[in-house]
């Protein structure tokens, strides 16, 4: 059986920054699998109330959006940071020209 990458985690690399719809949190990416990625989580700890443990966890790509790319075009370079929504999406130079409501029509043609 051929392993297929799933199209988002295409664009994915270690040490980007993703979001989790499931679970609702930020983290930085330390492995990438052909449908998940492995990221670490700080929980407190239970023996020493104080300190945080760094827990591994993997998350589907299908739960996940990347923050360290434009959510446009997936470019990486001139990225400005967008407020609208109040998760940090990441928009780039080019895409933020392009008025929000022709963001869909953009994408259609480009794709
Ligand atoms: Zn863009």
Request: proline share 6%; with cysteine; charged share 25%.
């Amino acid at each position: 059986m051929k392993i297929r990458t799933h199209p988002r985690i295409g664009a994915i690399r270690v040490g980007d920054e993703v979001y989790s719809y499931r679970y609702h949190l930020f983290a930085r990416v330390e492995a990438v699998f052909p449908a998940a990625v492995c990221v670490k989580i700080a929980a407190i700890d239970r023996m020493h109330p104080l300190e945080l443990t760094l827990i591994p966890q993997l998350w589907r790509a299908d739960d996940i959006e990347n923050l360290s790319i434009c959510r446009y075009c997936g470019g990486r370079e001139n990225l400005l940071l967008e407020r609208e929504t109040g998760i940090p999406f990441r928009v780039c130079e080019r895409c933020r020209i392009v008025p929000p409501q022709e963001h869909s029509y953009v994408q259609w043609r480009w794709w």
